[in-house]
């Protein structure tokens, strides 16, 4: 949606190509339209990206570098500045993504909408980093109710790696900006260390709230969506994380909630790390190994 919308605002400009500075999902969409309209398509990647997405990025195209990220910004503003390529991410110290993709993102809104019979949620919980999806996402419920489609709007609730958090730092000292140090975490999609304005914004005129999770809560937000057929990466199980966190405050809510999951568990740092037992070519090797290691009694 936000990628689609920016090689749109690409070729509006006329631009000779698309940069972006990404760790996969955000580098992969834009690849892909990119393709499609013919655009040439410069992805600045940092170099923990894991493997799969590489692959990801290069089928379609791509020009891969594996490129320090805190370079990243200056070197895309630089030549944005020259007119040398359209910038499909931030690239000033407050993050601000390019202006058309929030209007993709805000579809999602409209979709929540009409899938849940025209109702509006009372929470939608949205993995967050630098806060573009989670305003873009109350952008729509906003404007559907500035429209008088609907007589309310939900609480938006920011999803952030414990481990770092800009967005809580900024709302609890009443800022719109906050940095903070870079620490490891599984999430590593969102893990920004400076937050967007646009997400203090859409937090306060949402009267909503964003909580930490850690990797430990995402572990197990990721194990229960697999076992409900849902394979999620790390980053994109936030959501879930975050409201049992929400849950376990004693918060009360009342009517739907909508956990946003933003990507598939392949673009994990861990995959192809994962091993399985091996059995005897026999029934007694398969039984046996089946009741060892999973429980399951033939």
Same mark, same amino acid.
């Given at each position: 949606?936000?990628?689609? %919308?920016?090689?749109? /605002?690409?070729?509006?400009? +006329?631009?000779?190509?698309?940069?972006?500075?990404?760790?996969?999902?955000?580098? =992969?969409?834009?690849?892909?339209?990119?393709?499609?309209?013919?655009?040439?398509?410069?992805?600045?990647?940092?170099?923990?990206?894991?493997?799969?997405?590489?692959?990801?990025?290069?089928?379609? $195209? =791509?020009?891969?570098?594996?490129?320090? +990220?805190?370079?990243?910004?200056?070197?895309?503003?630089?030549?944005?500045?020259? $007119?040398?390529?359209?910038?499909?991410?931030?690239?000033?110290?407050?993050?601000?993504?390019?202006?058309?993709?929030?209007?993709?993102?805000?579809?999602?809104?409209?979709?929540?909408?009409?899938?849940?019979?025209?109702?509006?949620?009372? %929470?939608?919980?949205?993995?967050?980093?630098?806060?573009?999806?989670?305003? $873009?996402?109350?952008?729509?419920?906003?404007?559907?109710?500035? %429209?008088?489609?609907?007589?309310?709007?939900?609480?938006?609730?920011?999803?952030?790696?414990?481990?770092?958090?800009?967005? +809580?730092?900024?709302?609890?000292?009443?800022?719109?900006? =906050?940095?903070?140090?870079?620490?490891?975490?599984?999430?590593?999609?969102?893990?920004?260390?400076?937050? /967007?304005?646009?997400?203090?914004?859409?937090?306060?005129?949402?009267?909503?709230?964003?909580?930490?999770?850690?990797?430990?809560?995402?572990?197990?937000?990721?194990?229960?969506? /697999?076992?409900?057929?849902?394979?999620?990466?790390?980053?994109?199980?936030?959501?879930?994380?975050?409201? +049992?966190?929400?849950?376990?405050?004693?918060?009360?809510?009342?009517?739907?909630?909508?956990?946003?999951?933003?990507?598939?568990?392949?673009?994990?740092?861990?995959? /192809?790390?994962?091993?399985?037992?091996?059995?005897?070519?026999?029934?007694?090797?398969?039984?046996?190994?089946?009741?060892?290691?999973? $429980?399951?009694?033939?």
């Amino acid at each position: 949606r936000f990628a689609y %919308l920016t090689i749109c /605002g690409a070729l509006e400009a +006329r631009s000779q190509a698309v940069i972006v500075s990404s760790t996969g999902n955000h580098g =992969a969409a834009t690849a892909a339209y990119a393709a499609k309209a013919g655009l040439p398509c410069i992805v600045l990647a940092p170099p923990h990206i894991p493997t799969a997405v590489r692959s990801f990025l290069l089928a379609y $195209g =791509a020009a891969l570098v594996i490129f320090a +990220r805190k370079a990243a910004w200056s070197i895309i503003g630089e030549g944005a500045h020259k $007119g040398l390529w359209y910038p499909a991410s931030t690239f000033t110290p407050t993050p601000t993504g390019p202006p058309y993709g929030v209007e993709g993102y805000k579809t999602i809104a409209y979709e929540i909408w009409l899938q849940l019979g025209r109702r509006v949620p009372t %929470l939608v919980l949205v993995p967050t980093g630098y806060g573009e999806l989670l305003y $873009g996402v109350w952008k729509g419920f906003r404007e559907l109710r500035h %429209l008088g489609l609907t007589e309310s709007a939900p609480r938006m609730v920011a999803c952030e790696p414990a481990a770092l958090g800009p967005l +809580r730092q900024a709302l609890s000292r009443g800022k719109t900006i =906050a940095s903070v140090s870079s620490q490891p975490t599984i999430a590593y999609a969102i893990a920004a260390t400076v937050n /967007g304005y646009r997400a203090v914004l859409a937090i306060q005129e949402s009267d909503g709230f964003a909580v930490p999770v850690s990797d430990e809560d995402v572990e197990q937000a990721q194990q229960q969506l /697999g076992l409900f057929g849902l394979w999620a990466e790390a980053s994109a199980a936030a959501s879930l994380a975050g409201l +049992r966190q929400v849950a376990s405050q004693g918060e009360q809510v009342t009517g739907p909630v909508v956990c946003i999951s933003t990507s598939s568990g392949f673009k994990d740092l861990l995959v /192809g790390t994962a091993e399985a037992p091996s059995a005897e070519p026999t029934w007694e090797g398969l039984e046996e190994t089946l009741m060892r290691h999973y $429980g399951i009694v033939l």
